[in-house]
Nanobody
Framework: QVQLVESGGGLVQAGGSLRLSCAASGRTFTIYGMGWFRQAPGKEREFVAGIIWSGDKTYFADSVKGRFTISRDNAKNTVYLQMNSLKPEDTAVYYC????????????????WGVGTQVTVSS
């Protein structure tokens, strides 16, 4: 089992920044990739960004490219999502996920999920 704990959500004005953290514990050696997904009210959960746990390759949804970055600190077993130039449409619950699947942008690749953290961007 892998446990994931997210932190860093909150309320920010449009154009502002937030950094989300996801700390992993447990059988982290089983992780191939980690990702961030989000779900806004009335919408389906969507992929935001992902990173290969043991490498540097990163992936982003088109809607966040150039604004969000994802990084990891393996010593701390933590993945970060730096969100800049936030827009009201970025408002959602953000979920951290970890899994062994190779398709980083597909929620089916993830076996473990955090409980989510709310991000609200005011206009």
């Amino acid at each position: 089992q892998v446990q994931l704990v997210e932190s860093g959500g909150g309320l920010v004005q449009a154009g502002g920044s937030l950094r989300l953290s996801c700390a992993a514990s447990g059988r982290t050696f089983t992780i191939y990739g980690m990702g961030w997904f989000r779900q806004a009210p009335g919408k389906e959960r969507e992929f935001v960004a992902g990173i290969i746990w043991s490498g540097d390759k990163t992936y982003f949804a088109d809607s966040v490219k150039g604004r969000f970055t994802i990084s990891r600190d393996n010593a701390k077993n933590t993945v970060y999502l730096q969100m800049n130039s936030l827009k009201p449409e970025d408002t959602a619950v953000y979920y951290c996920a970890a899994g062994s699947g190779r398709d980083i942008g597909n929620h089916l690749s993830y076996d473990y999920w955090g409980v989510g953290t709310q991000v609200t961007v005011s206009s």
